[in-house]
């Protein structure tokens, strides 16, 4: 089992539109949790970290579930800029992190 | 500005070259990251360095090495024992404020290496 599992996607959504994102992680004993951005051709960018209690910037909301061990990433009112791979992140402890390899997302007009 | 930056932005080298890619911090991170981007893969570990002097390797360090002998810098030499080095080569670097948890990490822009 891979230690971060995503959808590749790609979602298409008109813009607007709600999208949701989940990942699942296999070491429960991972403790930080992040989701990345990152552009075609382009070096990931910091998005969001995933809290306990989950946590909300803007139009994102991130939501941890450590029973299933999962998390998810909401996007509201999709603009034509989110259009980019998100990649899910955990820790796996000794200050390594692993990365999923990404869920594509088209938003168009 | 703060940031990470790496150069080239592009490399081309001839199979058989050894081939040394920069990596610089203004961030006061303690911890630097390689990883190496191929399509339609996640990013995979290279080495890593905690603190100034030390380094470890991560899951695919076969044919390459680094070096840190300062805080501020990570190069990291691909040799010719690496069998697949084209790639997408990103460094990174985290805060590393102890208390056994692990940090975000910000990432450089990158460095294509093209070996022919």
């Known amino acids: 089992r891979k230690e971060v599992e995503q959808d590749p996607g790609p979602f298409n959504v008109p813009e607007g539109a709600t999208v949701a994102f989940n990942c699942t992680y296999s070491?429960?004993?991972?403790?930080?949790f992040f989701w990345y951005r990152q552009d075609c051709r382009k070096e990931p960018k910091l998005l969001m970290s995933v809290y306990s209690s989950g946590n909300e910037d803007g139009r994102f909301t991130a939501q941890l579930n450590r029973a299933s061990q999962y998390i998810s990433l909401l996007i509201r009112d999709s603009k034509l800029s989110d259009s980019a791979t998100y990649l899910c992140?955990?820790?796996?402890?000794?200050?390594?992190?692993?990365f999923g390899t990404g869920t594509r997302l088209l938003v168009s007009p | 500005d703060g940031g990470i930056t790496q150069s080239p932005k592009y490399l081309f080298r001839k199979e058989g070259q050894n081939v040394t890619l920069s990596c610089e911090q203004n961030?006061?991170?303690?911890?630097m990251y390689w990883y190496r981007q191929d399509p339609g893969q996640g990013l995979r570990l290279i080495y890593y360095?905690?603190?100034?002097?030390?380094?470890q390797k991560g899951d695919i360090a076969e044919g390459y090495s680094v070096s840190r002998e300062k805080k501020e810098s990570f190069p990291l030499t691909v040799t010719s024992a690496q069998k697949n080095p084209t790639a997408f080569y990103l460094c990174?670097?985290?805060?590393?404020?102890?208390?056994?948890?692990?940090?975000?990490?910000?990432f450089g822009p990158g460095t294509r290496l093209t070996v022919t």
């Open positions: 992140v955990v820790d796996t402890g000794f200050q390594k992190l692993v």
């Open positions: 961030l006061n991170h303690d911890a």
């Open positions: 070491n429960s004993a991972s403790q930080s």
């Open positions: 360095s905690q603190i100034v002097n030390d380094f």
């Open positions: 990174a670097s985290s805060p590393n404020r102890g208390a056994g948890e692990t940090y975000e990490q910000y």
